[in-house]
């Protein structure tokens, strides 16, 4: 079987090239159930390619053929406020991609994408999705706004302007791929492209994302990349590993305090004197005091 280079890695250094736009446009069109054309990979300074970048995060925008936006992010490890990250990236994205002084009109709709490989939260899904709307809080309609477009009055719902949210949760995929989301999934998580694969982008990556293909120097830069990851995985690990212990050992501790400080209680409550309080719990008589 064919070894394939890992999303975050194409990502980062290879999808931006106009000739892969493929395999990043299969994505999209899987994901948000529509085909997407990618027309161009827009700036920002989050688009760094420099050899020291951060490995665990990859983060790209680009525009399509209606001209809206898409944020993708890939985060490899767990960052504590990542959905406040997710939402500025939004707002960021807003701000950054229209020009001073043009009319509110110009704000394109945004499709937020991301691909995470860590323990998002509590949930039973691989993938979420979510988008702002305005419901009637008596009448649970939908609130449709009327807007003027080229001349024309147009009514729409807030949902066609507001950013959507996906969130993949690729550590959480371990089903047999049958769909093509699947497909695309089974890919993120561990590599693997069916050699039968009609599923659009994968077929694209199949050919344009080999292993092999790479150059010596490329090779050593993703085996680098992927031993990275590795080596940060294990130490995330441990660490979690080690607080669990510490937070047991710390919880034995708490207990055990708590359970000296009942006796104490109930001791003295008899009338016991505080010295043989002391010696029964093994509390000091500041401790006693305080009680």
């Not at 529509?34 to 027309?39: F, Q, R, S, T």
């Not at 150059?215 to 669990?244: C, F, P, W």
Request: charged content about 30%.
């Amino acid at each position: 079987m064919d070894k394939y280079i890992r999303f975050d890695w194409a990502a980062k250094r290879m999808l931006r090239d106009k000739a892969n736009f493929g395999v990043f446009e299969g994505l999209m069109t899987v994901l948000l159930e529509e085909e997407v054309k990618i027309v161009e990979i827009l700036e920002s300074e989050g688009n760094q390619n420099a050899e020291d970048d951060k490995f665990n995060r990859v983060h790209i925008i680009a525009k399509n053929s209606k001209g809206e936006i898409i944020l993708v992010e890939v985060q490899q490890t767990r960052e504590l406020y990542y959905l406040q990250w997710v939402l500025y990236g939004v707002a960021k994205a807003i701000t950054e991609h229209i020009k001073l002084g043009k009319k509110y009109s110009e704000v394109k709709k945004i499709y937020s994408i991301n691909i995470v490989y860590f323990d998002l939260g509590k949930g039973a899904d691989y993938l979420y999705h979510g988008q702002n709307q305005l419901i009637g809080v008596h009448t649970h309609d939908q609130l449709q706004i009327t807007t003027r477009e080229k001349e024309f009055i147009k009514i729409v719902a807030p949902k066609d302007i507001f950013p959507e949210y996906y969130i993949i949760r690729v550590n959480e995929f371990n089903k047999v791929a049958s769909t093509p989301l699947e497909e695309w999934l089974e890919y993120l998580n561990n590599g693997e492209i069916k050699d039968t694969t009609t599923t659009p982008g994968l077929a694209e990556a199949k050919e344009k994302l080999k292993y092999l293909q790479m150059s010596d120097e490329e090779r050593r830069a993703y085996d680098r990349h992927i031993d990275n990851i590795m080596v940060q995985n294990d130490i995330l690990e441990t660490k979690m590993i080690e607080g669990l212990e510490q937070g047991r050992m710390e919880g034995r501790a708490e207990g055990r305090a708590e359970g000296r400080a009942e006796v104490a209680k109930k001791l003295l409550a008899l009338g016991t004197d505080i010295s043989i309080v002391c010696q029964a719990t093994g509390m000091s008589e500041e401790e006693i005091k305080k009680l």
